[in-house]
């Protein structure tokens, strides 16, 4: 049972790169979520998707999109990075509302 | 707005009890949860209570919610060197229910 597999794990970027970070669940989970976690701010909650086909904007959206690509996977995409953007990624699933949430390992972004 | 707030550290003695409190902001959050997030991994679901509920105990964890005050307290006894890990109130965060939203997380140490 692989749960939420996100990749990569670590990734190093210079400023104005692009990436694709990737979150796939096989739990047949309907919403879908993105966080980024800093020192001291918790979770901060980026874009989520609560059901195949639709995303919507968390707190933080700014400088990142997302694809729902199909019910299993959850893509998150800096277009151009920014040294503020240098966190750890967090992708969640859950397969409705009020149920738990099932956490990635996490990417650890450096931006330089 | 949404918020849910935590004090960001707890340092205790082996064997005494561990409070960890929360504070939230939304009055309609159906359920609240504690998510434990041990070092270098993801977060897990550690309990959760319903909003009609002013306690949860289960094993050596109880919950106590006070719904008037919006305050919610998780309570660890006999306090271990495992339960060494940040611990995540969270809210369903808006009417929808479709986001979580998680407090900034408070860090317990364990002293011998």
């Known amino acids: 049972n692989a749960g939420v597999t996100q990749t990569p794990k670590f990734q190093v970027l210079k400023t104005g790169q692009s990436m694709t970070l990737q979150c796939a669940q096989d739990?047949?989970?309907?919403?879908m979520y993105w966080y980024r976690q800093d020192p001291g701010m918790g979770l901060r909650l980026i874009y989520y998707?609560?059901?195949?086909?639709?995303?919507d904007k968390g707190e933080v959206p700014n400088g990142y999109n997302v694809s729902r690509l199909n019910k299993r996977e959850f893509s998150l995409r800096l277009e151009s990075a920014a040294p503020s953007q240098t966190s750890v990624y967090f992708c969640?699933?859950?397969?409705?509302?009020?149920?738990?949430?099932?956490f990635g390992q996490g990417t650890r972004l450096t931006v330089v | 707005g949404e918020d849910v707030e935590q004090s960001l550290f707890l340092s205790v003695r082996e064997g005494d009890s561990s409070v960890i409190n929360c504070t939230y902001t939304?009055?309609?959050?159906?359920?609240l949860y504690w998510y434990k997030q041990e070092p270098g991994a993801g977060l897990q679901l550690l309990t959760y209570?319903?909003?009609?509920?002013d306690m949860k105990q289960d094993q050596r964890l109880t919950v106590l919610l006070n719904k008037k005050d919006k305050h919610l307290s998780l309570r660890i006894a006999d306090t271990q060197t495992g339960d060494s890990a940040i611990y995540f109130c969270?809210?369903?965060?808006?009417?929808?229910?479709?986001?979580?939203?998680f407090g900034s997380g408070t860090r317990l140490s364990i002293r011998p």
């Open positions: 969270a809210e369903r965060g808006d009417s929808s229910a479709s986001k979580i939203i």
């Open positions: 969640a699933s859950r397969r409705m509302e009020n149920t738990e949430a099932f």
């Open positions: 739990m047949n989970h309907n919403s």
């Open positions: 998707s609560a059901s195949e086909g639709t995303t």
């Open positions: 209570i319903f909003s009609n509920m």
């Open positions: 939304d009055s309609s959050s159906t359920y």
